[in-house]
């Protein structure tokens, strides 16, 4: 069973350009979760998916960044015209059902770079 | 404004030696503390983790101490090893998949 998959790892990205992160939850999960990591800091929750539903998008900035996970296919974080202040790493996680009691399974994250 | 505080932000331990890292809360509705483990360039792996009607769990070489009274939680890991050279995580959350993470705190093993 394949783990948590999200690519791609690295990305570079200039100024004002868009960013678009993918991620393949493990087989049989439902729930996909992203976080971001900046330098030095420790993971913050940006928002919650549930197929071709948002749940919780408090941790995430208001403008320039949306989310989507559709009935086929990966979950999608999109960030329009990016900013050095995006630069960092972004986790995704997934989960069977969204109890605290499930456990989060990470993937390797992609490392956003805006020039 | 961080949730959760984390302590130390790196820690260097001879191979066998007990490496301890603390974290702290404020917010009582927390019920679940994961720890989580990253190695450079992968994701974190749950490594452990405690509710709060325990004050200690034991996992292998991993234990966590939980002092509900004062809103601190620490992570020990016995008779380390170079291959637990990471960055480990401590992480709160409330009945629900919020996790709140501390800052981390990057653990060397010397052989």
């Known amino acids: 069973n394949a783990g948590v998959m999200q690519n791609p790892r690295h990305l570079v990205r200039r100024r004002g350009q868009e960013a678009r992160l993918r991620c393949s939850p493990m087989?049989?999960?439902?729930?996909v979760y992203w976080y971001r990591q900046l330098p030095e800091e420790g993971l913050k929750f940006m928002v919650y998916?549930?197929?071709?539903?948002?749940?919780?998008e408090s941790g995430m900035p208001k403008e320039r960044f949306s989310a989507e996970f559709p009935k086929e296919g990966p979950s999608i974080l999109r960030i329009q015209q990016v900013v050095r202040g995006d630069s960092a790493a972004y986790f995704c996680?997934?989960?069977?059902?969204?109890?605290?009691?499930?456990?989060?399974?990470f993937g390797p994250g992609t490392r956003l770079t805006v020039l | 404004q961080q949730q959760v505080k984390q302590s130390p932000q790196s820690l260097i331990v001879q191979k066998g030696g007990i490496p301890i890292i603390n974290c702290a809360y404020e917010?009582?509705?927390?019920?679940?503390f994961p720890w989580y483990q990253q190695f450079p360039g992968k994701g974190p792996a749950l490594l452990i983790a405690?509710?709060?009607?325990?004050s200690e769990k034991k996992e292998g070489r991993f234990t966590i101490s939980f002092n509900k009274s004062a809103k601190q939680f620490s992570l020990h890991i016995m008779d380390s090893q170079p291959g637990d050279s990471a960055t480990y995580f401590c992480?709160?959350?409330?009945?629900?998949?919020?996790?709140?993470f501390g800052a981390g705190t990057t653990v060397t093993v010397r052989a």
């Open positions: 087989k049989g999960h439902s729930h």
């Open positions: 405690i509710r709060p009607d325990v």
């Open positions: 998916l549930q197929k071709e539903n948002i749940i919780d």
């Open positions: 996680a997934s989960s069977i059902r969204g109890r605290t009691t499930d456990t989060q399974y």
């Open positions: 917010n009582t509705a927390f019920d679940y």
């Open positions: 992480a709160a959350s409330t009945n629900d998949y919020k996790l709140s």
